[in-house]
């Protein structure tokens, strides 16, 4: 059975930060594209970032130079870390995993809310 769960998320002050961790079991990690992603009420899910095993981070272009994603591969681990938040930041945060040879293999945690105040 294949699990993602976030933790790490809450409530912030703009300009704080925050380190949102993601446990992944039941897939084989390092086959797996790596990535978080966000939601607001009324708007679609976004890309904030994501990591294959061995090529450069991707980043939406609105966190750019203030979050950083990694993988730690040995223990299943991937991290956002989030700088400099802004009130705009606010959103539900998911972990999403995509098998490198199957896009339809793709799983998603269950969401854990992020909200900077102003």
């Known amino acids: 059975q294949v699990q993602l769960v976030e933790s790490g998320g809450g409530l912030v002050q703009a300009g704080g930060s925050l380190r949102l961790s993601c446990a992944a079991s039941g897939i084989m990690f390092r086959m797996y594209v790596m990535g978080w992603y966000r939601q607001v009420p009324g708007k679609e899910r976004e890309l904030v970032a994501d990591?294959?095993?061995?090529?450069?981070?991707n980043y939406a272009d609105s966190v750019k130079g203030r979050f950083t994603i990694t993988r730690d591969n040995p223990k299943r681990m991937m991290y956002l870390q989030m700088n400099s938040l802004l009130p705009e930041d606010t959103a539900v945060y998911y972990c999403?995993?995509?098998?490198?040879?199957?896009?339809?293999?793709?799983?998603w945690g269950q969401g854990i809310q992020v909200t900077v105040s102003s």
């Open positions: 990591l294959t095993d061995d090529s450069r981070p």
């Open positions: 999403h995993a995509v098998n490198f040879f199957n896009a339809g293999r793709n799983f």
